[in-house]
C-alpha cells in the first residue's frame, strides 16, 4: 500500500474507534438550470397566464369579424370599436361620462362605507346591539340593491337622491358584516393586555381593537367598492342622463354597438383599477398583520 492509502486506512480506523460511524462529506449534484432560472421567470410567467385567456378572446373576436360569422350591426369590428373609443376621447364625452360615474360611487361609497363601518363596529363591539339589529340586517341584506329602486323611486325620485342611496346600500353590506367579523376575531389576549394597562373603553377601541381588525375592514372595503361599482352601472341604465351606463343605452337607442362596447371596456377597466389598487394595499395590510403576530 502507499503512504496515501495507510493514511487514509489510518484515519478511517481512528474515526471508527472515536464515535462508531463514518462522516464523509457528500458531494452535491449542481442545481439543473430551470430550477435556477424558475424563480426568475415567475413574474413573467404569471403575466402570460393572466393574459392568455383575454387574448384569446380578443382573437377569436378577431376573426369572427374578419371571417363574417356575425354581422358587423352585431359584433362590430375590434378597428371600429377602437376608433369609436378614439372620437369618444378625443370629444370629451368619454372622460366627461367617467368623471360623472366615478363622483357618484366615491359619494356613495362614502355613504354608505361610513355608514357600514358604525354598523359593524356597534354589532362587533356590543352584544345587545347585535342581538336586536342582526336579524333585520340580515334580512334587508338579502335583497338585491336593484330590488329598492322601485321603492326609492316612489320615496326619492329618479334623480341623484335616487343613485346615491342604491351605491350606498350595495357597500354598507359588506363593510358592514367584515367589520363586525374582524372586531369579533380580535383575540381575548389583545383585550387583557389593555385590561392589564387600565385602558377604558375608548383607549381600547382605538389603540386595540381597531387595529387589530384592519385587515379584515379593509377586505369589506374592498368588497363595498366592487359592490358600489357594479350598482353605479346598473341604475345607470335604468335611470339616468349622464355616466358610463347612460353612455351604453345611448348606443343601444341608436344601434351603435361599437358604442356600448367601448363604454364596457372602460367600466371593465375603471374596476379592474379600482380593485387592484385596494388589492395591492390589502396584500400590504395582511403582511403587517403577519409581522404583527
Known amino acids: 500500500m502507499t503512504n496515501l492509502e495507510l493514511s487514509r ?39 402570460v397566464e393572466a393574459l392568455a385567456f383575454p387574448l384569446a378572446l380578443f382573437g377569436l373576436w378577431t376573426l369572427s369579424s374578419r371571417l363574417g360569422w356575425l354581422p358587423v350591426q352585431i359584433l362590430p369590428t375590434p378597428e371600429q370599436v377602437a376608433a369609436t373609443l378614439a372620437d369618444l376621447a378625443g370629444s370629451g364625452d368619454l372622460w366627461f361620462h367617467t368623471s360623472i360615474s366615478l363622483l357618484r360611487v366615491v359619494q356613495g361609497f362614502a355613504l ?19 342581538r336586536t339589529v342582526e336579524p ?12 329598492w329602486i322601485p321603492v ?8 341623484e337622491g335616487l343613485k346615491l342611496l342604491i351605491i350606498a346600500k350595495a357597500a354598507l353590506v359588506p363593510v358592514a358584516l367584515n367589520t363586525q367579523k374582524g372586531i369579533r376575531n380580535v383575540p381575548d389576549s389583545l383585550r387583557e393586555v389593555g385590561a392589564v394597562l387600565a385602558f377604558g373603553r375608548w383607549a381600547t377601541l382605538t389603540r386595540i381593537v ?3 381588525a384592519v385587515p379584515s375592514v379593509f377586505t369589506g372595503v374592498r368588497y ?19 355616466g358610463l351606463g347612460y353612455l351604453m343605452v345611448w348606443g343601444r337607442q ?6 356600448v362596447i367601448a363604454a364596457m371596456l372602460v367600466v371593465g377597466l375603471v374596476g379592474f383599477a ?9 396584500r400590504r395590510l395582511q403582511r403587517w398583520e403577519l409581522a404583527g403576530s
Open 274 to 282: 379600482l380593485d387592484w389598487t385596494l388589492s395591492r394595499v390589502e
Open 210 to 212: 381597531l387595529p387589530a
Open 254 to 259: 341608436l344601434f351603435q354597438l361599437d358604442m
Open 9 to 47: 486506512a489510518a484515519h478511517e480506523s481512528a474515526l471508527i474507534a472515536g464515535n462508531g460511524r463514518l462522516d464523509f462529506p457528500v458531494e452535491t449534484d449542481p442545481k439543473p438550470i430551470g430550477a435556477l432560472l424558475r424563480p426568475a421567470l415567475r413574474p413573467a410567467l404569471c403575466v
Open 136 to 147: 333585520l340586517f340580515t334580512a334587508l341584506a338579502q335583497v338585491p340593491p336593484l330590488g
Open 112 to 130: 354608505g362605507g361610513t355608514a357600514g363601518l358604525l354598523l359593524g363596529i356597534a354589532m362587533g363591539l356590543s352584544p345587545r346591539v347585535r
Open 224 to 242: 363595498g367598492l366592487t359592490s358600489a361599482w357594479l350598482a353605479l352601472v346598473a341604475v345607470e341604465l335604468l335611470a339616468s342622463s349622464e
Open 152 to 159: 326609492l323611486m316612489l320615496l326619492v325620485g329618479i334623480d
